[in-house]
């Protein structure tokens, strides 16, 4: 967490999911523990706080987490590659099915090339 307190009072996006986020406290009652919730995708939420002000501060001043960031960015990317993998395997799949073999060759080296460029990571 960061020394400065947020005292804007507005709650940010999930971190997990970017959803949007609301503060919940037992019984609505002032003098029950308050916590934010994410109420979008992933359901995340803090532990409880003596004050409303302390869960929000809590929320808005958490540190990102870098690993977990690089390791979406590195997923993220990885999905591009598997669905144009994804796409050479089905035009090989067409040209089968279909008997095209002027293309066939052409498409199998594409694929090919594709494949040795993951197993080579």
Request: charged content about 30%; hydrophobic content about 35%.
């Amino acid at each position: 967490m960061t020394d400065a307190p947020d005292t804007s009072g507005e709650l940010k996006c999930c971190p997990l999911c970017g959803g949007p986020a609301e503060l919940w406290r037992a019984h609505s009652k002032p003098e029950r523990s308050a916590w934010i919730a994410c109420v979008d995708q992933c359901m995340v939420l803090t532990k409880e706080y003596e004050t409303d002000a302390e869960a929000i501060n809590a929320w808005n001043t958490r540190t990102p987490d870098t690993a977990a960031q690089s390791r979406i960015a590195e997923l993220e990317g990885n999905i591009h590659e598997y669905l144009e993998i994804l796409k050479l395997m089905r035009a090989v799949l067409a040209d089968v099915e279909l008997g095209t073999e002027m293309r066939f060759p052409r498409t199998i080296a594409s694929l090919d090339r594709a494949l040795k460029g993951k197993t080579n990571d």
